[in-house]
């Protein structure tokens, strides 16, 4: 009877867990100075998901002024190599950091996106309290075809179907290599009580009508979203921003562009 009673309660736990990890936002923790994601674990799930979140989309450019955020675009958790000729997913994919290959071995992992547009999509639950908020991570190209993309990096606040976007750093054009981006984030980023979302997304394609044979597969790595606390925290740390949440993450796919 005891073992029943173990089981059912352990059922129940386990169902209540899963209940809270369902948010569709990331929390960022207060008693630390950054929110990081190496995605070196990203087989056994996005960030704070254990699963596809809601906050995985699919978009046609002209479509995005109208309806920014996108439709669910597919996650696959395996290791996919880079010139795995799939399109409109995200993957699981090795790092060529550090001249790493492109094998399931290698353990540094990233998220890789072979369309003509993709678009990185991170929502948080607020940023009340924090400050000096500045961003930075690695975007590879990790097949470079004869296309070139650039990229905008922004944020906009609010669940809002016409949100007001703010850039953040420079518009950057990406043909090959790895690009290291770093910038401050505009102070209205800090301590609002809505909800923060920032997007790294593909804005325009050269020359446009890129098809299959000439978009780039590019791969995201090393998200660092860092900030001042309220207090002082003893020492820098690195830890993982907790609470549950979601890696959203939009694909545009102009409709002018298919292949
Ligand atoms: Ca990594
Ligand atoms: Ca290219």
Redesign the pocket.
Known sequence: MKRVVAVFFFAISLFLLLQGTASATLVLDTTKTECFFDFNSVAGGLPGSSTVPTGMYFRNVTNLASNPYGVNATFVPNHTSWTDTTAYNFRNSASPSGGGQDSASNSNRLIAARVSSPSFHFQFQDTIGLSGFRLRFDLW?LV??????TFTVRWAAGPSATPTFHTIGSPFA???GLVQFDAEIGAAFANSSQIMNIQILATSVSPTGATAL???VFGLDNFRLSYTPPAAVPEPTSILCVGFGVLGILIRRPSRLRG
Do not use: C, I, L, V
């Open positions: 190209t470079n075809n004869s296309a070139t993309t990406h043909n090959g000439t978009r780039d």
